[in-house]
């Protein structure tokens, strides 16, 4: 018969980031390597525990880890799921509510900092990573990655792994490169017009080789909008 103890028993609780930024040889998810044990040397998803003095909410807690462990302020946090069993984590029955995140890859300088003593980006093949990674964050990343790619075909979520300026040439480039295929110049315009999500910078022009192309920016930082149709 269980005590009241075992009964009341916690799990332990780590709010986990998926981190992704679009650079030109593709998609990229930053990791962190752990320098305490469980899996010391080992890369992982950044994480941390849950402060309840601190984090008022979730996405708090996940904005703060961003923060704590990678010195990144994202503008777009999506929570995916919680991963969660009595076997991923040595120390005991466990579970990870994860986020994921989209930046702009020259909107930050990297760093690190608690229990981590290296953070780097590396490129997705697919929906990994080359690293063998800590507990099951390999299976939390396939999961985020899967988000990730499915909402491009029917929302405004890639526009968050742009510059806060862009242009349209600029947005359409990263909806191709993470659907791997080209689309119809003036029909993808015409949704984004549409959408009604971005507005033009007054007077804010991109130089380019052939004419100055006009910069755009987003209405709400934050927002997602979804189409009523896949792109």
């Not at 490169?177 to 910078?201: H, N, T, V, W």
């Not at 080789?209 to 209405?219: D, E, I, T």
């Amino acid at each position: 018969m269980n005590s009241p103890e075992d009964l009341y028993q916690r799990p332990i609780v780590s709010v986990d980031l998926a981190i992704f930024a679009l650079v030109p040889a593709g998609l990229e998810v930053l990791l962190a390597c752990r320098g305490t044990d469980p899996f010391a040397g080992d890369w992982a998803l950044p994480g941390g525990w849950i402060h309840v003095d601190k984090d008022r909410d979730l996405e708090a807690a996940a904005r703060r880890v961003l923060a704590d462990k990678a010195g990144i302020t994202a503008p777009y946090l999506e929570q995916v799921g919680v991963f969660g069993d009595a076997l991923r984590d040595p120390r005991g029955w466990s579970l990870s509510v994860t986020y994921m995140a989209l930046i702009s890859p020259d909107a930050f300088t990297l760093r690190h900092g608690g229990n981590v003593t290296d953070v780097a980006w590396r490129p997705i093949s697919g929906d990994a990573v080359m690293e063998p990674l800590a507990f099951d964050h390999a299976t939390i990343l396939r999961a985020a990655t899967a988000r990730l790619r499915s909402k491009v075909e029917y929302s405004t979520l890639p526009v968050h792994l742009l510059p806060e300026a862009f242009t349209l040439g600029e947005l359409q480039a990263v909806y191709e490169r993470l659907l791997g295929r080209s689309l119809d110049k003036s029909a993808f315009r015409k949704r984004m017009a549409e959408a009604d999500f971005i507005e033009p910078i007054e007077g804010e022009m991109r130089r380019a080789s052939n004419r100055p192309a006009q910069l755009y920016r987003l209405k709400q930082a934050r927002s997602t909008v979804f189409f009523d149709r896949t792109i």
